[in-house]
């Protein structure tokens, strides 16, 4: 089954304490992305990338970063987590940028 | 710079009425336009896409919606609600690197 896969789904953490929300998608996509969603706002961009090790910013980058060392995988990482960050992650991927995006389930994080 | 605009955080129908979710872009190019679903608990999923083919776009689950270029608008609409569409709705266009979304219109069906 084609799917966007994202863990955990449910992570509670403090502030500073390092951590990696993983994704992994199976449709051999290039494009992946990273959104956060909070109320009123809609989704906002964080990072995207085009292809492996191509990695570049969206519109609201500071706080996050994130790799892309195989086709497959996109993680995001909160090298030390502020209350502010406290939002519903989404992973998604596309064939191509600007297309069809195929959503994970989402990530609720909570920064204490 | 791509923006999308939905009017109505929230819409309430009754069961069987019309279903009408608005949404205004501004592009400087011809724009493709998304509509997503996001149910409870769960990742966003497509609707319906319009990428300039026809004006009136057919979707999943009965929705449809229509392209008008001079109001700059991307309405989605469906004849009858059905207590099993209540949820969030997500107006998108595309950019050169990404989807930008609107703020979402959740809409709640009562019977």
């Known amino acids: 089954e084609a799917q966007v896969t994202q863990n955990p789904r449910y992570l509670i953490t403090v502030t500073g304490k390092k951590l990696t929300v993983t994704c992994s998608q199976n449709m051999n996509h290039e494009y992946m992305s990273w959104y956060r969603q909070d109320p009123g706002l809609g989704l906002r961009q964080i990072y995207y990338s085009m292809n492996v090790e191509v990695t570049d910013k969206g519109d609201v980058p500071e706080g996050y970063k994130v790799s892309r060392k195989e086709k497959r995988n996109f993680p995001l990482i909160l090298e030390s987590p502020s209350p502010n960050q406290t939002s519903l992650y989404f992973c998604?991927?596309?064939?191509?940028?600007?297309?069809?995006?195929?959503f994970g389930s989402g990530t609720q994080l909570s920064v204490l | 710079a791509q923006s999308v605009t939905q009017l109505g955080s929230h819409v309430s129908v009754s069961e069987g009425a019309l279903v009408l979710l608005r949404c205004n872009y501004s592009s400087s190019v011809p724009p493709y336009l998304f509509w997503y679903v996001q149910y409870p608990n769960q990742g966003l999923q497509l609707l319906l896409k319009?990428?300039?083919?026809?004006?009136l776009v057919k979707g999943i689950n009965g929705f449809e919606a229509e392209f008008k270029k001079s109001e700059t608008s991307f309405h989605l609409t469906k004849p009858s609600a059905h207590m099993s569409d209540a949820a969030e709705y997500f107006c998108?266009?595309?950019?050169?690197?990404?989807?930008?979304f609107g703020a979402g219109t959740r809409l709640a069906v009562h019977p």
């Open positions: 998108a266009v595309s950019s050169y690197n990404k989807l930008i």
């Open positions: 319009y990428t300039s083919a026809a004006t």
């Open positions: 998604a991927s596309s064939p191509t940028p600007g297309g069809k995006l195929f």
